[in-house]
């Protein structure tokens, strides 16, 4: 079964930097783009960042273009998110995605903290 397992999270203090990982199985990781969402208290889960099966092609959500990274490696199996400049508004639980045909599927998430 597909699984996704987030690491990373952690706290940190206004303009530092965090880099998440998801480590996927269950499926052909190569074939398939992946994502990061985020989900703060009382909002909606909002997209952070996609990234092509080939790696070649990314989008980023306009709150943090310039400031996040998403890479991945076909060969561990793994999605990066490299967080960097980072805001107390940046607060949340960050999940990655994969929709490897109708079902849509999510880890349990990292939670990341940004205060001093």
């Known amino acids: 079964q597909v699984q996704l397992v987030e690491s990373g999270g952690g706290l940190v203090q206004p303009g530092g930097s965090l880099r998440l990982s998801c480590v996927a199985s269950?499926?052909?990781?190569?074939?398939?783009?992946m994502s990061w969402h985020r989900q703060a208290p009382g909002k909606e889960r909002e997209l952070v960042a996609g990234?092509?099966?080939?790696?070649?092609?990314?989008n980023y959500g306009d709150s943090v273009k310039g400031r996040f990274t998403i890479s991945r490696d076909n060969t561990k199996n793994t999605v990066y998110l490299q967080m960097s400049s980072l805001k107390p508004e940046d607060t949340a639980v960050y999940y990655c995605?994969?929709?490897?045909?109708?079902?849509?599927?999510w880890g349990q998430g990292t939670q990341v903290t940004v205060s001093s």
């Open positions: 995605n994969v929709r490897p045909g109708i079902m849509s599927y």
């Open positions: 990234i092509t099966n080939g790696g070649g092609s990314t």
């Open positions: 269950g499926f052909t990781f190569s074939r398939f783009a």
